[in-house]
Every structure is written in C-alpha cells, then in structure tokens.
C-alpha cells in the first residue's frame, strides 16, 4: 500500500447493529482484508464489492484501523480477522487514548448521542454513519457540540458516488432540471438520507419542505421534496427492494436521463477517503451546516409522516434546532 511521510492515522470502529456492514467494509477498505475469510464475511454485497478489487490497490496508505468494538462481542473477532485489526476491545471507552479518531459504525440516528458522547468530552474526533440524528433534541445536541470546537463528520457514501460526477440543475444532455426520483430501500430513518445525499448538488441551495404518504403497505413511504429552484423531487423508500437501490431518474427541459449507482466501493472509498483528509487536515468533506440540512430534511420528513402527511416547512424544524 505504499509508505508515507506523515504518521499513521489511527482509528477505531466502534459499533455495529442488524442490517448495516459497515465494519466489515469500511474496515476493509481502510486496512485491507484477508481474501481466504472474505467468505465468511455475512454480508454478500460486501462480498461481492470487495471480491472484484484488485487486493493489492485495496487500503487507505496513511490511516488503519487499529481496534474494534461491536454490540455482540461474538462480532468482533471475525471482523478483526477479515480486516486485519490487531486489538479487540470489551468496551468502547477502552479505546481512548490509544487512537486519533473513532468511527461510529451504526446508522441508528436515535443512538449516536449516546454513543458520541463520551468521545466527544474526550476531545476525540469523530465520524458518525448516516444519519447524524433523527430527532430536534438529538441534532441540537451535536449543533452544540460543534460549535463548541468538537471535531464531528457525518455523510452517506452515496455523496461520493462517481456516477454522478457533474450532476446540477442544469446539464448539457437534460436541460434545466425539473423532477427527479431518486429510489430507496430499507426506511426514511435508515436510508433516506442516501436519497437526499445522492442529490445533494441539487438540493444544496435549498429545500422549501416535504411531505410523506405512506399507504396500506406500511414498508413503503414515499417522498415530495420542493426546492427553493423549482426541483421537484420524488423518492420512493421500499423496505425490502435492495436490488432497486441507488435508481435515479433525472427530467429536465431537453431530455431525461436514468443513473444507477453500482460502484459502492468507489463510493465508500472516496467517502472513507475524505474523511482521512478531513481528520489530517482538521477541516471538514462538507461544511458541518449540510449535515445539519440533510438531518432537518429527514426529520421533517419523519413528522409529516407521523401527522396525517402533511407538508412541512423545513424552516419549522430550523425554528426548533436553533431557537434559544
């Protein structure tokens, strides 16, 4: 993987909860893994990406990660093993002091106060998966401790997918845009925010509000963004459909253009990527007020929902973050 000239970065994945395999593969790409256990390795998906990568160009040069802790302590061996961590810890505290920064490998958006908490009094840097907080109090919690000089990153890897490379609101081949759907599996909670990620150059100047219906099926929601430009912006979230995941239909004045995004690995990679830089350079991938944005998104979207489907102005949950 090549030597560098600055120090190793040294990182610890702390987590892992049902349905996400994020230490398994962030762990991987940072580290590089052991192709003899990637079998064991319970997530195909992973198996798959990580399978088609040349071995030797997997790895992340002037960082690893160098512990590990997860929910089911049965978890955490096996991973160290594919990934190539040397310590496993009983608890996640233990790793304080012994490493740079820490990775909150969960993507429960009701849990990641708790879990940040003691590594943020400890001046610890942290990068939390998506979402950041799907909750006022929660999100108000992580706005504070922001600005009070704490180090928190938090993004979807779909941010950095290369597939869409040159997406905006208005493109040689579509025209101005002027709807897009961009599908979902899993839940808003979970994965809406790789929706909204996914079309963040789009949504960047602004989100006027959102409404959510759920019909009889109670596994399938679907979202009605409207932009502060115009955009109007459909997503479908359907919990089991796993193989639509990552479809993304473009319309514009010109033409209309379908996307879908394949390549998890580049994605994830870029993501982990950004984040090294971040944590070396002690500057931020994205300014910490679009995490802010995406989380009022998705917690909006989670109160229209709860009330009747109504639309809600994201300037009502803004109100609420930040009031005094």
Not at 174 to 189: A, I, K, L, P, Y
Not at 261 to 272: C, G, M, W
């Amino acid at each position: 993987m090549g030597e560098t000239l600055n120090p190793m970065l040294r990182l610890a994945i702390l987590g892992m909860i049902e349905g996400n395999g994020h230490p398994y593969s962030w762990s991987a790409i940072i580290n590089g893994f052991d192709p003899e256990l990637l079998e064991e390795c319970p997530y195909a998906a992973i198996r798959d990406y990580l399978g088609q990568q040349p071995l030797e160009e997997v790895g992340i040069s002037d960082a690893e990660v160098t512990h590990i802790w997860t929910d089911h302590a049965e978890d955490a061996p096996q991973i160290a093993a594919l990934s190539l961590i040397p310590h496993v810890v009983q608890t996640p505290e233990a790793v304080i002091g012994s490493v740079d920064a820490i990775i909150i490998a969960t993507d429960d958006g009701e849990d990641h106060v708790r879990r940040a908490r003691p590594f943020v009094e400890a001046g610890v840097p942290v990068f939390i998966d998506k979402p950041l907080a799907t909750n006022v109090p929660d999100l108000r919690q992580f706005i504070e401790w922001e600005k009070a000089g704490a180090r928190i990153i938090s993004s979807s890897g779909m941010r950095y997918a290369p597939e869409l490379k040159g997406l905006s609101s208005n493109m040689p081949d579509t025209g101005d845009v002027r709807w897009v759907s961009s599908f979902s599996c899993n839940s808003w909670e979970r994965y809406g925010i790789h929706a909204l990620e996914a079309l963040h150059p789009l949504i960047r100047d602004g989100v006027e509000g959102i409404r959510i219906e759920r019909g009889e099926d109670p596994q399938a929601d679907i979202a009605y963004i409207r932009t502060s430009e115009g955009i109007h912006i459909t997503i479908p979230v359907c919990s089991d459909a796993y193989g639509s995941f990552g479809s993304v239909q473009v319309c514009g004045t010109k033409a209309s253009k379908s996307i879908q995004l394949a390549d998890t690995y580049s994605a994830f990679r870029s993501q982990l990527l950004a984040v090294v830089t971040a944590l070396r350079t002690k500057t931020a991938p994205c300014p910490f007020s679009e995490t802010v944005d995406m989380m009022a998104i998705i917690i909006a979207g989670i109160r229209s929902r709860e009330e009747g489907s109504r639309f809600v102005l994201i300037d009502e949950i803004k109100n609420e973050i930040f009031r005094n």
